[in-house]
């Protein structure tokens, strides 16, 4: 009998446990502002893609683009403080405690989320629920799903390189070096400038990749449109003994670590330290995926 999915409960069904508390009052004028000010950011950090970009004492491009057109941001390796922080609003009992992390290497990250006409490239047919065309995300595909389509997509390019990210380097890379609820600040209200979300969108569907403000790394819908996998195993009380040095997750479980909210979802999974779990064969109309890379 295939397993359950997950998104049964509240919790992975984007919904809340616990009522959240109203959003902040900010102007339109101040929430444009602030709008411009990042898109500006954000262009002048990918206007020069390609080996011309390389960061100082780095050798490797800022940004990378594969055979089939996926764009990658070269995210360098640092510390962060993983988990949910004093700002964090509602239940956290999955997300604490919050620890210190040491990302030991620069990767790669896919600035959007993995889109259907990409993943008809490598692996044929369309399995999203949401079809749609040019820049839509592929939903519905498993954990298992994703892998065979990442072996696919090394062996085309002759690599071993592609995977998934850890669930550290997923919110490593989310945060952009931010220690805030959302990559841009603690400020709900400035949520709909970088996010597919709530009831305003909830019937429609996700929306095509990159149409909100990506984060200070350049990377898109890291909060809202689909729920993205990643490699880890779940456990309710990891966090409390994670190693510090690129933890991989523990070694078991029944599902699978999925980040970062979806278009059904309300502002409290978009939050970036926010978890939720997947039966790794279930093929959810709320989940899609980006890819990791390594340098090499």
Not at 198 to 227: E, I, T
Request: include cysteine; hydrophobic fraction near 40%; glycine fraction near 12%.
């Amino acid at each position: 009998m295939p397993k359950t999915s997950l998104s049964a409960s509240p919790r992975a069904a984007g919904l809340p446990e616990r009522a959240s508390p109203p959003a902040p009052v900010i102007t339109r004028p101040a929430a444009a502002l602030f709008a411009l000010a990042a898109a500006l950011a954000a262009a002048a950090s990918l206007a020069a893609p390609g080996p011309a970009c390389a960061r100082p004492g780095e050798s490797v491009p800022h940004v990378f683009v594969n055979s089939i057109g996926m764009r990658f941001a070269l995210i360098p390796r640092g510390s962060f403080v993983m988990g949910a922080g004093d700002s964090f609003q509602g239940d956290a009992g999955y997300e604490r405690p919050a620890h210190p992390v040491d990302i030991g290497a620069p990767f790669y990250i896919s600035t959007t989320l993995v889109t259907q006409v990409q993943w008809q490239e490598i692996a044929g047919a369309n399995p999203s629920f949401h079809k749609g065309g040019g820049d839509s995300p592929v939903d519905s595909v498993s954990y298992e799903d994703v892998l065979g389509f990442i072996r696919l997509l090394n062996e085309r390019e002759g690599s071993g390189s592609y995977r998934l990210p850890t669930e550290a380097e997923w919110e490593y890379a989310a945060r952009a070096g931010s220690r805030s609820r959302y990559c841009f600040g603690d400020e709900e209200g400035l949520l709909e400038s970088y996010a597919w979300y709530g009831a305003d969108v909830r019937g429609g569907g996700p929306r095509p990749v990159g149409g909100k403000l990506p984060n200070a790394w350049g990377l898109f819908d890291v909060h809202g449109n689909l729920f993205e996998w990643t490699a880890d195993w779940f456990a309710e009380g990891y966090y409390a003994s994670s190693p510090r040095r690129d933890p991989q997750g523990p070694a078991g479980g029944e599902g699978r670590v999925t980040r970062g909210g979806s278009y059904a979802s309300d502002a409290w999974f978009c939050q970036t330290a926010a978890r939720n779990s997947e039966s790794p064969e279930v093929r959810s109309m709320f989940t899609g995926f980006r890819l990791a890379r390594g340098i090499r």
